[in-house]
């Protein structure tokens, strides 16, 4: 039986422990949570299922104690974006397996702190990038390797995410706290591109927009207590026909509604070839959108997670393939492969394929892209130079 630990028990983990318990077939015990929260003031969050590990662990609401006083043979890391880094480098520093929620830190001075860890972690961090270990990504990247298509000398990627409002609404909403768009859902895209590409970006120009969640509402407005409630677009009542007198569901169109809501980076490889990708937050349902097309001399790929579709087109025959996947599960099956390695990872000692360095790698693209969209010019993605 192999003990684990969890730093932040909210949604996202409660999620990814009711995956571990299921898919480690009752091998793996939730012996120890850290949060801030006690374990009555969220219960109603975590899926039924797992109730009973739950009301089993131990709880402290302070990770060094609980990283000193458990022994521990694996930790899951699900706190909010901001305290990824530090509280990352407390159980890396244990030499303790690590699954670690993106984005892997927030800003320059915590990426350099992560680096610098890096080196000694051994391999034994699996960095939260569903969409990397996802089936319809593994098998792009099979034929991307196959050379079925020749060298990829250029790639277009796009997200348009139909559930945009969630980062204008809620505490995504709070750049200080997450980092900025970039951060929060570019990392994904950025991974998923350069494990597919399999050659290391250089330099990034971006450019970010913010034309429709802004607006002149008072800083703090809730959705509940806005006199426009009965005919805001963006209101839950008018949008769902959900109305909750206790949401703290927050105004999009207020002063202080944070992020971008399009944005665009254009990366260059050390092959010379570069990637366009675009994400853009207020598209809604059949506009949704979220793959990429890959060229070569000799063929081009398109796919899209939401088709879950794979379309191939030779450049110098008349042959065109269409690839289905019939892939149910979180993040397009994602979760479910990211839990199994982190299971493999303790449990077997086997490298994960979304590592530390991978989560650096993204994030530093992504610091690099904001500061880019920040200065107005180009900005350099140096992994060593730090
Ligand atoms: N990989 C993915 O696809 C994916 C999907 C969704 C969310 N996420 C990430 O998951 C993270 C958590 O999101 P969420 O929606 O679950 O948030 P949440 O607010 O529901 O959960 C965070 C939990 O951490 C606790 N916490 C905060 N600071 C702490 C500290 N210092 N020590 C111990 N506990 C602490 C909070 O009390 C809370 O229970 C975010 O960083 C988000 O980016 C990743």
Known sequence: MYHYGVIGLGTRIAHIVNLTQKQSLNNFKLAAVADLKPKEAFGHIWPESI??????????????????????????????????????????????????????????????????????????TVVSFPLRVSGIVRRV?????????????????????????????????????????????ATHD????????????????????????????????????????????????VRKGEHDPNSNRMCCFATDTGNHDSASALVRYETGMHVGYTQNFFARKKAQKRGAIFSGYEGTLE??????EIRIFQHLMDVEETIRFEEGGGHFGGDESLVNEFINLISKGE???????????????????????????????EFDAY
């Open 51 to 124: 109730q009973d590990a739950v009301n089993e662990a131990v709880f402290y609401t302070d990770a060094q104690e609980m990283l000193e006083k458990e022994h521990l043979d694996g930790v899951f890391i699900g706190t909010r974006c901001s305290t990824h880094a530090r509280l990352a480098r407390l159980v890396m520093d244990k030499g303790i397996p690590l699954f670690l929620e993106k984005p892997v830190c927030t800003n320059m001075e915590d990426w350099i702190m992560l680096r610098r860890g890096y080196e000694q972690s051994n391999g034994r």
């Open 141 to 185: 990247k099979e034929i991307v390797d196959s050379g079925k298509l020749g060298r990829i000398e250029h790639v277009q990627a796009l997200n348009y995410v139909p559930y945009g409002g969630t980062y204008f609404n809620n505490w995504y909403r709070n750049e200080e706290e997450t980092g900025g768009l970039f951060l929060q859902k």
């Open 190 to 237: 950025f991974d998923y591109i350069n494990y597919i590409l399999g050659t290391s970006p250089v330099s990034v120009a971006a450019m970010g927009s913010k034309q429709i969640f802004k607006g002149n509402e008072p800083a703090g407005l809730k959705c509940v207590d806005c006199q426009k409630y009965l005919e805001c677009p963006e209101s839950p009542l």
């Open 303 to 308: 796919f899209d997670f939401y088709k879950s």
């Open 351 to 381: 490298p994960p394929t979304a590592t530390l360095r991978d989560g650096l790698v993204s994030a530093l693209m992504c610091l690099q892209a904001r500061e880019s969209e920040q200065r107005g010019t180009f900005c350099k993605i």
